[in-house]
């Protein structure tokens, strides 16, 4: 994590990105993963766990991820891009938290709401150096300012 967020950093200062993303939102966000980090329930993460690492192998094997970046930390991280990507409002989000927790045993949904905040800023960073400001980032800069 430590690196992710020091690689993410480094892209402050793109044109794209820094208009919209302080440096003190990204250290909020930093702060407030390694909280997370430290205190959550541990175990093997795939670490890379977003809807384009997931495939469809049939009725038989169902759903197979591929592609992982794996580690050991907070069993929640893994569940962050399913509940961001694409979303339009806070209450989708807040929707898809309630979703997700029905589905997975013991997921926390205040504890994935905290992922999703503290991620949410580097989220933006990533994401606007590909695009521009649309209504993702503007989710994303808004979950990221409420840590």
Do not use: Y
Request: aromatic residues 4%.
């Amino acid at each position: 994590m430590e690196s992710t967020f020091s690689r993410i950093g480094g892209l402050l200062s793109n044109p794209r990105v820094s208009p919209l993303v302080s440096p003190q939102v990204l250290a909020d966000g930093h702060r407030k993963a390694r909280e997370l980090a430290s205190d959550g329930p541990a175990g093997l993460l795939h670490g890379d766990l977003h809807l384009s690492n997931i495939l469809s192998a049939g009725p038989a094997r169902g759903l197979v991820p591929i592609d992982p970046r794996p580690g050991f930390g907070d069993l929640t991280f893994d569940a962050i891009d399913w509940t961001l990507d694409r979303a339009a409002s806070t209450d989708e989000v807040r929707e898809r938290i309630g979703q997700l927790c029905g589905l997975v045993p013991d997921l926390d949904p205040d504890r994935l709401w905290q992922w999703c905040q503290a991620t949410a800023a580097a989220l933006a960073v990533l994401g606007l150096r590909h695009r521009s400001h649309d209504g993702t980032t503007q989710l994303l800069l808004k979950l990221a300012a409420r840590i």
